[in-house]
């Protein structure tokens, strides 16, 4: 059974940080990228981060461009979101997901359609 768990969210004051996982299980993460989405509320869910299988390529979303990293070990079958600055508008619940990839597209680093989701990890950023 192919899964993903996120784990690490909570209840974190503004300014704070948050360190997300996203640990696979029944497969290995070597050949997919991963991203991370999150959906607040009545709102959209949005692409926040993505990394490409080796880790080489990145991308973030504008909106928390210089607050978050990420990162992934392989040798764990883990990804990693690195959240600092937190701001109330981050308050949302994150997804982990991943994307299998071919020779062709292992630098790919995209917030489309996607193989496997985790079930979320709640983030709140509130005084």
């Known amino acids: 059974q192919l899964q993903l768990v996120e784990s690490g969210g909570g209840l974190v004051q503004p300014g704070g940080s948050l360190r997300l996982s996203c640990a696979a299980s029944?497969?290995?993460?070597?050949?997919?990228?991963v991203s991370w989405f999150r959906q607040a509320p009545g709102k959209e869910r949005e692409g926040v981060s993505c990394?490409?299988?080796?880790?080489?390529?990145?991308k973030y979303a504008d909106s928390v461009k210089g607050r978050i990293a990420i990162s992934r070990d392989n040798a764990k079958n883990t990804v990693y979101l690195q959240m600092d600055s937190l701001k109330p508008e981050d308050t949302a619940v994150y997804y982990c997901?991943?994307?299998?990839?071919?020779?062709?597209?292992?630098?790919?680093?995209?917030?489309?359609?996607?193989?496997?989701w985790g079930r979320g990890t709640a983030v709140t950023v509130s005084s």
């Open positions: 990394i490409s299988r080796s880790g080489v390529f990145t």
């Open positions: 029944g497969f290995t993460l070597d050949y997919y990228a």
């Open positions: 997901a991943a994307k299998g990839t071919t020779l062709y597209s292992r630098y790919n680093c995209e917030y489309g359609a996607m193989d496997v």
